[in-house]
């Protein structure tokens, strides 16, 4: 009998048929259970490995031995006559096509109900975290850079309304979730460098540019474009408009250039889509006007321009009430107050509230507005609702790169989730690779990571494609005093940003707390007033004047700041601290601990404290509270949850883990550990807010152990050099 003849005879080919869809079986079932449970791909390649494993032996089984009705026999040992095997052999076939059935069931299952699941979830995930990789697979090919638009009449006054063409172009563009558009800040780069098609593509990201000139004359305008292959250098598409100038015309040219690169991509456009290209947001030429002159203005973040922007919106809104992008301008031109200037929350909040307001009722589905929306949340401390806020604006206009970075501020600063920040300000990145402000935000993301060197690579890169964008140095300054310990360069940076816009609040207020942490108290003070001179409301000013008084000796002085900082933001560390020491200092414990409980209730109770990134520094300052008292059970329920959170943290610049576990550890009475990390984080290089943090009461119990006064002492002696380095190179402010 043939080998073939005698597998058939002996089973071994049904049992190999019968293994085979079962183990298919097992893996896919096993695939789609194991997730569930949390179990990683590693006990699913386990599975497949031990059923790869088990098939030779089980084939071997099935040729050795025969199923019998005296049970299991050795295949040797059984009389032919007496062989069943032909009769288990249909019982195997019964079986093989009750396990196909199965499994045409369960790939019918699995196709038509659980794949449409599964890519429901990964949509939804895709969108939840800014649509990052949903939106690369789909941009493949399409993605194009717009350069900016010569203006052929060359009369200077004509800039502003070609470059605002070019913008709003830009922005229609952005809308278009099939199409990835380089923002404005990116391709203004590259305005007259004689650059070809290609080299500029290829600095991009992009397969195409559209080239495009304008020439305004009297009540007439023609608008050329162009849009060339990267690849070929060869043209895809050319037009010449020809029209009178009028808001309508603009903005029906805008749409059919919009459409036109769509077409020639090969684009998807949604009804929504095609809706908004359809849309005419103003019938008024001069609103539209005021309107351009708002954005070009608020394009280089200081002050006084952002205040100019706000005007020409308004001027905007009263030229046309129902212009609603006009409002989205002033929207964001007073959220951008709130932090480049010195507006409070109180101020700032209602004046967004009516701006948005208005916008989102004149245009619900317009993504900038929703973008707006969503900032106004973050400027009332509703972070979690402003998060949803900026995912539905990156639904309605998926391109606009705005709505990516300040999702990523939020995660990265008010959440203190630096993770979940990094891709979606890498996806901004994409849309907008040369933005100052970007990639500024970009270094300040991975310095939060721990990842320092990469932050100060990115924070250069930055300096070197916008050397004269003030942030860009304020930045660097605060990454190298607060992760490298470099103060006296840093001051060098302060010094550059203020060179640049003399009335930078976060400069001045910067470089004061630098001097006040090298010891020298008169120009720390001296700055701290001039910032407040120029912003009497500036937050940073008063918790940054509260620092410097209280390490200067004149507590009176340091309660009027920290009430003021105390009164902008309740939340914040520094006044809470500052507040409690001095109500102690004046037998008055029981308000120091009702203001934290008031602002963190958690804190109260006699649960296991759940820790996250807006509590766990206050919760250490309370717990001296508890120190004081010998509520040991309560004191250990805040912090040990506290110590176990803080690797999660990392070593993240001025919010190091490796200074806030020294007050834990030391009130817990572990205080050879806390003077280990303390050595550790000295030689390390953590500087930032270390007077301060060095005086805390919460440290009593180590102050006289030598190697406290140790560190003490190199801290001094480096802050002598540093300060003298500073000066010795010719600086006098």
């Known amino acids: 009998m043939s080998l073939f003849n005698e597998l058939k005879r002996r089973n071994v080919l049904r049992v190999a048929a019968a293994y085979a869809v079962a183990a298919w079986l097992i893996v896919q079932v096993v695939e789609t259970i194991f997730p569930v449970y949390g179990l990683s791909d590693a006990a699913i390649r386990l599975v497949i490995s031990a059923l790869a494993i088990a098939f030779i032996p089980t084939l071997l089984f099935s040729w050795v031995f025969e199923i019998t009705p005296e049970g299991l026999k050795k295949e040797i040992d059984v009389v032919r006559d007496q062989s069943i095997a032909n009769t288990t052999g249909k019982k195997l076939d019964r079986v093989i096509m009750l396990m196909l059935a199965l499994a045409l069931a369960y790939f019918a299952f699995d196709k038509f109900i659980l794949d449409p699941a599964r890519d429901d979830r990964i949509v939804e995930t895709a969108r939840q975290e800014g649509r990052t990789e949903a939106l690369e697979s789909s941009w493949s090919e399409r993605s194009v850079a717009v350069l900016p638009f010569v203006n052929r009449s060359g009369l200077e006054g004509d800039i502003f309304f070609v470059d605002g063409v070019h913008d709003d172009l830009l922005t229609l563009l952005s809308k278009l979730g099939d199409l990835k558009v380089i923002s404005r800040t990116s391709v203004e780069k590259f305005r007259g460098t004689g650059l070809s098609i290609p080299e500029v593509a290829t600095q991009l990201g992009v397969t195409t540019i559209l080239e495009g000139s304008v020439q305004r004359a009297g009540g007439q305008v023609r608008i050329n474009v162009q849009l060339i292959d990267a690849g070929t250098d060869g043209h895809l598409w050319a037009e010449t408009y020809d029209r009178e100038l009028t808001a309508q015309n603009i903005f029906a040219i805008q749409s059919d250039i919009a459409r036109a690169i769509a077409q020639a991509l090969q684009a998807i456009l949604s009804p929504r889509e095609e809706s908004r290209m359809a849309a005419v947001p103003t019938s008024s030429f001069a609103a539209y006007e005021e309107y351009l002159r708002g954005r070009q203005k608020m394009v280089s973040r200081t002050v006084p321009d952002i205040r100019a922007a706000a005007e020409h919106f308004h001027n905007s809104i009263e030229l046309d009430p129902d212009y609603a992008m006009a409002y989205v301008g002033l929207a964001d031109a007073y959220f951008l107050l709130r932090y480049y200037g010195d507006m409070s929350v109180a101020e700032t909040n209602p004046l967004l509230e009516s701006a948005v307001t208005s916008a989102l009722e004149l245009d619900p589905d317009l993504g900038e507005a929703h973008t707006a929306y969503a900032a106004m949340l973050e400027n009332k401390g509703w972070s979690h609702e402003a998060v949803a806020a900026y995912q539905k604006a990156i639904e309605l206009a998926p391109g606009y790169a705005t709505s990516y970075h300040w999702l990523a501020e939020i995660w990265r600063d008010r959440l203190q989730e630096p993770g ?38 990115q924070i250069d890169h930055a300096i070197e494609i916008a050397p004269a964008y003030p942030s860009a140095y304020i930045i660097k300054a605060y990454i190298l005093a607060g992760s490298f310990g ?25 470089r004061a707390q630098v001097f006040s942490l090298l010891g020298d108290n008169e120009r720390a003070i001296s700055n701290i007033e001039h910032c407040l001179e120029l912003g009497p409301d500036f937050s940073l000013g008063h918790s940054g004047a509260m620092r410097i008084y209280q390490i200067s000796g004149d507590p009176e002085r340091a309660l009027q700041h920290a009430r003021r900082a105390y009164a902008i933001q309740p939340k914040g560390r520094t006044s809470l601290r500052l507040l409690r020491d001095l109500d102690l200092g004046k037998g008055r414990a029981a308000d120091a601990r009702a203001r934290y409980e008031g602002n963190f209730p958690e804190f109260t109770g006699q649960k296991m404290l759940e820790v996250t990134g807006k509590n766990y520094r206050a919760a250490i300052d309370y717990a001296y509270l508890l120190y004081l008292t010998g509520e040991n059970d309560r004191l250990r329920q805040l912090l040990l949850p506290v110590l176990d959170y803080l690797p999660a943290v990392g070593h993240r610049e001025i919010r190091g883990m490796y200074i806030d576990d020294i007050q834990a550890l030391t009130m817990l009475g572990e205080t050879d550990r806390a003077l280990e990390i303390l050595a550790d984080a000295v030689a390390e290089g953590w500087r930032w807010d270390w007077r301060l943090f060095m005086g805390s009461p919460a440290l009593d119990s180590i102050r006289a152990d030598p190697l406290f006064i140790a560190q003490e002492e190199i801290l001094e002696a480096d802050m002598k050099n540093q300060l003298a380095s500073y000066l010795d190179s010719g600086a006098t402010q």
């Open 420 to 457: 979940r920040a990094l891709p979606l300000i890498m996806q901004a990145l994409k849309l907008d690779p040369l933005s100052p402000v970007i990639n500024i935000t970009v270094a300040e993301t991975l310095r939060d990571l721990g990842r320092r060197s990469e932050a100060l690579v």
């Open 486 to 510: 470099e103060l006296g360069q840093a001051l060098r940076f302060f010094d550059y940003a203020i060179e640049l816009d003399p009335q930078s609040l976060i400069a001045h207020a910067g």
